[in-house]
């Protein structure tokens, strides 16, 4: 393994996974403008973009990075829920976040 990484949407307030790019048919694609965090999302059925639609003003979005021989990183974006839009045509769910936080989750398991 070079490097695997996987993407995730979860309500903020439950704590429900909405989208898991690693266990779903969802793919994405991520870019930084210099100002926001853009992630366009396909493969999702009409449920769960409804469901994230509704949900849109508290989501989190997370972003797990791992390369061979170090330590998972797990990014975490605060989304912007005026900024999540789905395009039916391309049927592609694209959301903005704001802000982002970097750690190595095993930096905080106790021994």
Do not use: C
């Not at 694609?29 to 999302?41: E, K, P």
């Not at 797990?74 to 989304?79: D, I, L, Q």
Request: hydrophobic share 30%; net charge neutral; proline share 2%.
């Amino acid at each position: 393994m070079t490097q695997q990484e996987w993407f995730m949407v979860k309500h903020a307030v439950t704590g429900r996974g909405l989208v898991n790019s690693k266990t779903d048919t969802s793919s994405y694609r991520y870019h930084h403008d210099g100002t926001h965090f853009i992630f366009t999302v396909t493969g999702l059925d009409k449920q769960t973009v409804e469901q994230i639609l509704q949900l849109r003003q508290e989501l989190n979005v997370f972003r797990f990075v791992q390369r061979k021989d170090q330590p998972l990183v797990k990014h975490w974006y605060y989304v912007q829920g005026d900024k999540v839009e789905y395009n039916k045509e391309s049927q592609a769910l694209t959301i903005y976040a704001g802000s982002e936080i970097r750690y190595v989750p095993e930096d905080y398991f106790a021994d």
